[in-house]
């Protein structure tokens, strides 16, 4: 899925009885509205990038793959949506070596809902029982062995 993130550009002015300091605010949104980054750099996929590269370098060493958000979500399987009952999510055995575990939580809530960590006797899938859970959204959240956090919303009815 492509996203298109428009982009507005503010600057912040803080007073102090020394001096005035501006600085360039960047905020992006999703095509839904949402927004998605805030913060002082132009353009945040350069420090992906760049960290990319780092974990790219370390993980050849440790013979661990590496692959950005788009291609993550591409061997991810989460279905149906929206749920009513059983939420399924099975993933590729590439992805199978990145994922630490994966994690749901309701999108109004900060308590886990459910979490699981990526074992191998799941053979990569998982199926999660939401009969007696609240409708709305769900946050799907990936914790990767890297560190990497790749999250997904899911909704419920």
């Given at each position: 899925?492509?996203?298109?993130?428009?982009?507005?550009?503010?600057?912040?002015?803080?007073?102090?009885?020394?001096?005035?300091?501006?600085?360039?605010?960047?905020?992006?949104?999703?095509?839904?509205?949402?927004?998605?980054?805030?913060?002082?750099?132009?353009?945040?996929?350069?420090?992906?990038?760049?960290?990319?590269?780092?974990?790219?370098?370390k993980s050849s060493?440790?013979?661990?793959?590496?692959?950005?958000?788009?291609?993550?979500?591409?061997?991810?399987?989460?279905?149906?949506?929206?749920?009513?009952?059983?939420?399924?999510?099975?993933?590729?055995?590439?992805?199978?070596?990145?994922?630490e575990s994966v994690?749901?939580?309701?999108?109004?809530?900060?308590?886990?809902?459910?979490?699981?960590?990526?074992?191998?006797?799941?053979?990569r899938q998982l199926?999660?029982?939401?009969?007696?859970?609240?409708?709305?959204?769900?946050?799907?959240?990936?914790?990767?062995?890297?560190?990497?956090?790749?999250?997904?919303?899911?909704?419920?009815?």
């Amino acid at each position: 899925m492509k996203k298109n993130y428009l982009s507005a550009i503010f600057l912040c002015t803080t007073l102090s009885t020394l001096s005035a300091q501006q600085t360039e605010v960047y905020f992006k949104y999703d095509e839904a509205g949402s927004q998605r980054y805030r913060g002082p750099e132009d353009d945040p996929k350069e420090k992906t990038e760049a960290l990319s590269k780092t974990i790219s370098k370390k993980s050849s060493i440790a013979q661990t793959p590496v692959m950005d958000e788009e291609t993550f979500w591409k061997q991810i399987r989460v279905y149906p949506v929206p749920v009513n009952d059983y939420l399924t999510i099975d993933w590729s055995e590439e992805t199978d070596k990145l994922i630490e575990s994966v994690s749901l939580y309701q999108h109004s809530t900060v308590h886990w809902k459910f979490q699981q960590q990526n074992l191998p006797d799941l053979n990569r899938q998982l199926k999660i029982n939401m009969t007696g859970y609240d409708w709305g959204v769900y946050v799907l959240r990936f914790t990767l062995k890297d560190g990497r956090v790749f999250s997904k919303n899911i909704t419920k009815r």
